[in-house]
T-cell receptor
Framework: DSGVTQTPKHLITATGQRVTLRCSPR?????VYWYQQSLDQGLQFLIQ???????AKGNILERFSAQQFPDLHSELNLSSLELGDSALYFC???????????FGSGTRLTVV | AQSVTQLDSQVPVFEEAPVELRCNYS??????LFWYVQYPNQGLQLLLK??????LVKGINGFEAEFNKSQTSFHLRKPSVHISDTAEYFC?????????????FGSGTRLLVRP
């Protein structure tokens, strides 16, 4: 157990639907990052939150949004899903240079 | 902008043989450098990182990497691999001075260790 918890582990949904992925960071870490891993795009940075505020944005589609709550857990919302959104979505928390990143085990999203 | 190139998509090697996984990067600013390993159906685990200091970095599971600034490379090596090292390996950079500490990943190299 890495200390970063992601739920659900697997998600199958239809095109056009909306889903929410959840992440609880490692205890004490204020930063949460979301990454997407797909066969054609590889591992891509989507978005970062730090202590409830958006800190950085990467290649995140407008159909996707995220937030970090006061208890520091984060949710990634994916809407109007397309087949190409099928991927493994990772959450990671960051504890500073010394500790670095800790990744969760990911949520595998399949859009059918 | 930064980019990371892992030239080898797959590296087959026999057990107990040495291995080198290549990583080159491009960046207009200095970067921190990382190697991660991903076992099947698992998340990414940090193998080693270069932040500053000695250019030879030792990590977990007997892996090491050497930062070469002039060649903008950060190749990963292990003198003797085990079957259990079969996994996907990712090289990543993070720009210094970027307060987000986001990671830019290479496309990955699948290490396949054969008995």
């Amino acid at each position: 157990d890495s200390g970063v918890t992601q739920t659900p582990k697997h998600l199958i949904t239809a095109t056009g639907q909306r889903v929410t992925l959840r992440c609880s960071p490692r205890s004490g870490d204020l930063s949460v990052y979301w990454y997407q891993q797909s066969l054609d795009q590889g591992l891509q940075f989507l978005i970062q939150y730090y202590n409830g505020e958006e800190r950085a944005k990467g290649n995140i589609l407008e159909r996707f949004s995220a937030q970090q709550f006061p208890d520091l857990h984060s949710e990634l919302n994916l809407s109007s899903l397309e087949l190409g959104d099928s991927a493994l979505y990772f959450c990671a928390s960051f504890g500073g240079d010394g500790d670095g990143y800790t990744f969760g085990s990911g949520t595998r999203l399949t859009v059918v | 902008a930064q980019s990371v190139t892992q030239l080898d998509s797959q590296v087959p090697v026999f057990e107990e043989a040495p291995v080198e996984l290549r990583c080159n990067y491009s960046s207009s600013v200095s970067v921190y450098l990382f190697w991660y390993v991903q076992y099947p159906n698992q998340g990414l685990q940090l193998l080693l990182k270069y932040l500053s200091g000695s250019t030879l970095v030792k990590g977990i599971n007997g892996f090491e990497a050497e930062f070469n600034k002039s060649q903008t490379s950060f190749h990963l090596r292990k003198p003797s691999v085990h079957i259990s090292d079969t996994a996907e390996y990712f090289c990543a950079v993070s720009p210094r001075g970027d307060s987000s500490y986001k990671l830019i990943f290479g496309s990955g190299t699948r290490l396949l260790v054969r008995p």
